[in-house]
Protein backbone atom coordinates (compact mmCIF):
# COMPACT_ATOMS: atom_id res chain seq x y z
CA UNK A 1 0.00 0.00 0.00
CA UNK A 2 1.51 3.29 -1.01
CA UNK A 3 2.10 5.29 2.13
CA UNK A 4 -0.93 8.33 3.15
CA UNK A 5 -0.82 10.83 5.68
CA UNK A 6 -2.40 9.94 8.84
CA UNK A 7 -6.24 10.17 9.06
CA UNK A 8 -6.82 11.90 12.05
CA UNK A 9 -9.33 9.40 13.87
CA UNK A 10 -11.72 10.84 16.67
CA UNK A 11 -12.57 7.39 18.61
CA UNK A 12 -16.62 7.51 20.26
CA UNK A 13 -16.34 5.21 23.55
CA UNK A 14 -13.67 4.41 25.88
CA UNK A 15 -15.12 0.58 27.00
CA UNK A 16 -13.28 -2.76 27.63
CA UNK A 17 -12.83 -3.28 23.68
CA UNK A 18 -12.48 0.38 22.60
CA UNK A 19 -9.58 -0.10 24.81
CA UNK A 20 -8.13 -2.95 24.30
CA UNK A 21 -8.90 -2.82 20.53
CA UNK A 22 -9.96 0.38 18.76
CA UNK A 23 -7.57 2.91 20.53
CA UNK A 24 -4.30 1.03 20.30
CA UNK A 25 -5.21 0.37 16.50
CA UNK A 26 -5.46 3.42 15.49
CA UNK A 27 -2.98 5.03 17.73
CA UNK A 28 -0.10 3.05 16.14
CA UNK A 29 -0.53 4.47 12.71
CA UNK A 30 1.49 4.57 10.01
CA UNK A 31 -2.01 4.91 8.57
CA UNK A 32 -4.35 6.41 11.40
CA UNK A 33 -3.37 9.46 14.07
CA UNK A 34 -6.04 8.80 17.41
CA UNK A 35 -7.10 12.57 17.60
CA UNK A 36 -9.20 12.16 20.77
CA UNK A 37 -12.16 10.78 21.98
CA UNK A 38 -15.51 11.49 23.38
CA UNK A 39 -17.15 8.47 25.89
CA UNK A 40 -20.00 8.53 28.18
CA UNK A 41 -17.87 8.66 31.43
CA UNK A 42 -14.32 11.17 30.82
CA UNK A 43 -12.14 9.71 33.81
CA UNK A 44 -12.26 6.58 31.66
CA UNK A 45 -11.68 8.15 28.13
CA UNK A 46 -8.76 9.98 30.04
CA UNK A 47 -7.42 6.25 30.85
CA UNK A 48 -6.61 6.40 26.62
CA UNK A 49 -4.11 8.91 27.20
CA UNK A 50 -5.48 11.29 23.88
CA UNK A 51 -7.87 14.19 24.65
CA UNK A 52 -10.74 13.88 25.73
CA UNK A 53 -13.41 16.03 24.54
CA UNK A 54 -16.94 17.16 26.54
CA UNK A 55 -19.11 17.30 23.39
CA UNK A 56 -19.18 14.96 20.84
CA UNK A 57 -19.05 18.01 18.36
CA UNK A 58 -15.91 19.24 19.27
CA UNK A 59 -14.55 15.90 18.70
CA UNK A 60 -16.13 15.81 15.08
CA UNK A 61 -14.11 18.93 14.56
CA UNK A 62 -10.89 17.85 15.59
CA UNK A 63 -10.69 14.97 13.16
CA UNK A 64 -11.26 13.66 9.56
CA UNK A 65 -13.10 10.44 10.39
CA UNK A 66 -14.51 8.98 13.31
CA UNK A 67 -13.98 5.30 14.78
CA UNK A 68 -16.85 3.78 17.12
CA UNK A 69 -17.37 1.31 20.26
CA UNK A 70 -20.44 1.88 21.54
CA UNK A 71 -23.38 -0.27 21.47
CA UNK A 72 -25.41 -0.61 18.52
CA UNK A 73 -28.41 2.06 19.62
CA UNK A 74 -25.62 4.52 20.05
CA UNK A 75 -23.63 4.24 17.52
CA UNK A 76 -26.91 4.66 14.78
CA UNK A 77 -27.62 7.96 16.61
CA UNK A 78 -24.08 9.15 16.74
CA UNK A 79 -23.36 7.50 13.39
CA UNK A 80 -26.14 9.89 11.82
CA UNK A 81 -24.71 12.78 13.46
CA UNK A 82 -21.57 11.82 12.29
CA UNK A 83 -22.30 11.51 8.99
CA UNK A 84 -24.09 14.42 8.54
CA UNK A 85 -20.64 16.07 10.02
CA UNK A 86 -18.80 14.98 6.70
CA UNK A 87 -16.93 12.56 8.88
CA UNK A 88 -15.96 8.99 7.37
CA UNK A 89 -16.82 6.28 9.49
CA UNK A 90 -15.63 3.45 11.12
CA UNK A 91 -18.37 1.03 12.78
CA UNK A 92 -18.31 -1.81 14.94
CA UNK A 93 -20.84 -4.62 14.04
CA UNK A 94 -24.21 -4.83 14.28
CA UNK A 95 -24.91 -1.87 12.55
CA UNK A 96 -27.75 -0.78 15.06
CA UNK A 97 -29.79 -2.62 17.68
CA UNK A 98 -32.30 -2.16 15.06
CA UNK A 99 -33.17 -2.83 11.52
CA UNK A 100 -35.20 0.46 11.13
CA UNK A 101 -32.25 2.53 12.99
CA UNK A 102 -29.72 0.35 10.49
CA UNK A 103 -31.46 1.67 7.72
CA UNK A 104 -31.80 5.64 8.93
CA UNK A 105 -27.69 5.29 9.43
CA UNK A 106 -26.73 3.34 6.10
CA UNK A 107 -28.78 6.17 4.54
CA UNK A 108 -27.58 8.95 6.25
CA UNK A 109 -23.75 7.67 5.12
CA UNK A 110 -25.04 7.61 1.30
CA UNK A 111 -26.92 11.06 1.48
CA UNK A 112 -23.64 12.83 3.26
CA UNK A 113 -21.35 10.64 0.60
CA UNK A 114 -19.07 9.93 3.12
CA UNK A 115 -16.64 6.27 3.49
CA UNK A 116 -17.70 4.20 5.38
CA UNK A 117 -16.30 1.08 6.64
CA UNK A 118 -17.09 -2.14 8.90
CA UNK A 119 -15.08 -3.81 11.44
CA UNK A 120 -16.06 -7.19 10.44
CA UNK A 121 -12.77 -8.47 12.10
CA UNK A 122 -11.93 -11.83 10.86
CA UNK A 123 -12.44 -10.68 7.34
CA UNK A 124 -9.37 -8.62 7.60
CA UNK A 125 -6.76 -11.63 8.75
CA UNK A 126 -5.15 -13.03 6.05
CA UNK A 127 -6.19 -16.64 7.19
CA UNK A 128 -9.61 -15.79 5.89
CA UNK A 129 -8.78 -14.16 2.82
CA UNK A 130 -6.97 -17.51 2.14
CA UNK A 131 -9.73 -19.35 3.05
CA UNK A 132 -12.39 -17.49 0.65
CA UNK A 133 -9.80 -17.94 -2.38
CA UNK A 134 -10.15 -21.57 -1.57
CA UNK A 135 -14.07 -21.36 -0.84
CA UNK A 136 -14.08 -20.28 -4.42
CA UNK A 137 -12.21 -22.99 -5.92
CA UNK A 138 -14.00 -25.94 -5.11
CA UNK A 139 -17.61 -25.75 -6.19
CA UNK A 140 -18.53 -24.85 -2.82
CA UNK A 141 -22.32 -25.92 -1.89
CA UNK A 142 -22.30 -26.64 2.11
CA UNK A 143 -21.32 -25.59 4.95
CA UNK A 144 -21.71 -25.10 8.61
CA UNK A 145 -19.86 -22.47 11.35
CA UNK A 146 -20.61 -22.79 15.81
CA UNK A 147 -19.68 -20.02 17.89
CA UNK A 148 -19.52 -21.21 21.17
CA UNK A 149 -18.93 -19.18 24.19
CA UNK A 150 -19.35 -18.08 27.66
CA UNK A 151 -19.47 -14.51 27.24
CA UNK A 152 -22.99 -13.82 29.28
CA UNK A 153 -21.95 -15.45 32.05
CA UNK A 154 -20.07 -14.49 35.81
CA UNK A 155 -19.06 -10.89 34.93
CA UNK A 156 -17.55 -11.60 31.46
CA UNK A 157 -16.37 -8.29 30.23
CA UNK A 158 -18.21 -8.00 27.61
CA UNK A 159 -21.34 -9.37 29.32
CA UNK A 160 -22.95 -5.84 28.48
CA UNK A 161 -26.51 -4.86 29.14
CA UNK A 162 -27.24 -5.13 24.76
CA UNK A 163 -25.35 -8.30 24.60
CA UNK A 164 -27.49 -9.60 27.78
CA UNK A 165 -30.88 -8.52 25.92
CA UNK A 166 -30.51 -9.49 22.51
CA UNK A 167 -27.39 -12.38 23.16
CA UNK A 168 -25.42 -14.19 20.53
CA UNK A 169 -27.58 -13.90 17.30
CA UNK A 170 -26.94 -9.71 17.30
CA UNK A 171 -23.09 -10.23 18.59
CA UNK A 172 -21.36 -12.99 16.96
CA UNK A 173 -24.39 -13.05 14.56
CA UNK A 174 -22.62 -10.80 11.47
CA UNK A 175 -19.27 -12.44 11.95
CA UNK A 176 -20.15 -15.74 10.72
CA UNK A 177 -23.04 -14.79 8.61
CA UNK A 178 -20.68 -12.64 6.78
CA UNK A 179 -18.26 -15.26 6.33
CA UNK A 180 -20.43 -17.89 5.03
CA UNK A 181 -22.24 -14.93 2.63
CA UNK A 182 -18.89 -14.61 1.44
CA UNK A 183 -17.69 -18.24 0.91
CA UNK A 184 -21.05 -19.70 -0.07
CA UNK A 185 -23.07 -16.78 -1.97
CA UNK A 186 -25.15 -13.71 -0.95
CA UNK A 187 -27.67 -15.29 1.63
CA UNK A 188 -31.03 -14.83 0.02
CA UNK A 189 -33.09 -16.67 2.94
CA UNK A 190 -32.55 -17.72 6.51
CA UNK A 191 -34.89 -20.03 8.76
CA UNK A 192 -34.11 -19.47 12.67
CA UNK A 193 -35.22 -21.74 15.60
CA UNK A 194 -33.86 -21.76 18.92
CA UNK A 195 -33.58 -19.02 21.73
CA UNK A 196 -31.26 -16.40 21.52
CA UNK A 197 -29.85 -16.47 25.16
CA UNK A 198 -29.01 -19.79 24.71
CA UNK A 199 -28.80 -21.21 21.88
CA UNK A 200 -29.76 -20.15 19.11
CA UNK A 201 -29.64 -22.10 15.40
CA UNK A 202 -29.68 -20.97 11.66
CA UNK A 203 -30.63 -22.60 8.30
CA UNK A 204 -28.72 -19.76 5.60
CA UNK A 205 -29.91 -20.17 1.76
CA UNK A 206 -27.30 -18.50 -0.30
CA UNK A 207 -27.67 -17.55 -4.16
CA UNK A 208 -26.38 -20.45 -6.39
CA UNK A 209 -28.54 -22.71 -4.06
CA UNK A 210 -26.03 -23.44 -1.26
CA UNK A 211 -26.65 -24.20 1.93
CA UNK A 212 -25.39 -23.42 5.07
CA UNK A 213 -25.92 -24.18 8.88
CA UNK A 214 -24.75 -21.91 11.99
CA UNK A 215 -24.90 -22.91 15.59
CA UNK A 216 -24.37 -19.77 18.19
CA UNK A 217 -23.91 -19.69 21.94
CA UNK A 218 -22.92 -17.33 24.78
CA UNK A 219 -23.96 -19.25 27.42
CA UNK A 220 -22.12 -22.36 27.97
CA UNK A 221 -20.07 -23.83 30.49
CA UNK A 222 -16.94 -26.00 30.46
CA UNK A 223 -14.16 -26.77 28.35
CA UNK A 224 -15.46 -25.30 25.27
CA UNK A 225 -14.28 -25.59 21.56
CA UNK A 226 -12.78 -22.49 19.79
CA UNK A 227 -14.74 -21.18 16.68
CA UNK A 228 -15.11 -23.19 13.44
CA UNK A 229 -16.07 -22.61 9.88
CA UNK A 230 -16.11 -25.24 7.25
CA UNK A 231 -17.18 -25.40 4.11
CA UNK A 232 -17.53 -28.12 1.12
CA UNK A 233 -17.83 -28.27 -2.17
CA UNK A 234 -17.49 -30.84 -5.44
CA UNK A 235 -13.53 -30.81 -5.77
CA UNK A 236 -12.60 -30.39 -1.92
CA UNK A 237 -13.17 -28.24 1.76
CA UNK A 238 -11.99 -25.84 3.15
CA UNK A 239 -11.55 -24.82 7.25
CA UNK A 240 -10.72 -21.39 8.16
CA UNK A 241 -7.83 -21.94 10.61
CA UNK A 242 -7.22 -20.26 13.92
CA UNK A 243 -5.32 -16.57 13.59
CA UNK A 244 -2.04 -15.89 14.05
CA UNK A 245 -1.95 -11.96 12.76
CA UNK A 246 -3.68 -9.21 13.85
CA UNK A 247 -6.35 -8.62 11.89
CA UNK A 248 -7.11 -4.94 13.23
CA UNK A 249 -3.67 -3.91 11.61
CA UNK A 250 -5.40 -4.04 8.38
CA UNK A 251 -8.65 -2.61 9.38
CA UNK A 252 -6.64 0.53 9.99
CA UNK A 253 -4.79 0.64 6.78
CA UNK A 254 -7.61 -0.56 4.78
CA UNK A 255 -9.44 2.32 6.27
CA UNK A 256 -7.21 4.98 5.31
CA UNK A 257 -7.41 3.70 2.22
CA UNK A 258 -10.97 3.81 1.51
CA UNK A 259 -10.72 7.80 3.09
CA UNK A 260 -7.96 8.94 0.77
CA UNK A 261 -8.60 6.77 -2.46
CA UNK A 262 -12.46 6.89 -2.02
CA UNK A 263 -14.33 4.59 -4.10
CA UNK A 264 -15.61 2.78 -1.19
CA UNK A 265 -15.26 -0.72 0.63
CA UNK A 266 -17.25 -3.77 0.40
CA UNK A 267 -17.81 -4.21 4.06
CA UNK A 268 -19.18 -0.42 4.20
CA UNK A 269 -22.59 0.33 5.46
CA UNK A 270 -24.50 -0.61 3.09
CA UNK A 271 -23.62 -3.89 3.62
CA UNK A 272 -23.96 -3.73 7.86
CA UNK A 273 -27.33 -3.00 6.88
CA UNK A 274 -27.67 -6.25 4.77
CA UNK A 275 -26.49 -8.25 7.60
CA UNK A 276 -28.81 -6.47 9.96
CA UNK A 277 -31.70 -7.55 7.44
CA UNK A 278 -30.94 -11.31 7.62
CA UNK A 279 -30.49 -11.11 11.88
CA UNK A 280 -33.73 -9.22 12.08
CA UNK A 281 -35.81 -11.73 10.02
CA UNK A 282 -34.23 -14.75 12.12
CA UNK A 283 -35.10 -12.65 15.55
CA UNK A 284 -38.47 -12.04 14.05
CA UNK A 285 -38.94 -15.92 13.41
CA UNK A 286 -37.65 -16.36 16.99
CA UNK A 287 -39.76 -14.13 19.01
CA UNK A 288 -42.32 -16.27 21.13
Known amino acids: MEPYTPVSVGLVGAGPWAERAHAPMLARGPHTRLAGVWARRPEQAARLGVPVFTRIEELFDACEAVAFCVPPAVQADLGVRAARAGKALLLEKPLADSLDNARRLAEAVAEAGVASQMVLTMRYAVQTRAFLARCAEIGAFGGHAANISSVLLGGHPFSTPWRLARGALLDVGPHVIDLLDAALGRVTGVRAHGDPLRWTGLLLEHEGGAVSEVSLCMAATGDLPPA ?8 GSAVLPAFDDDPLDNVAAEFAKTVRDGGGHPL ?19 AP
Not at 228 to 235: D, F, K, S
Not at 272 to 284: C, D, K, V, W
Open 228 to 235: TIAVYGRT
Open 268 to 286: DAAHGLRLQRIIAEAEAQL
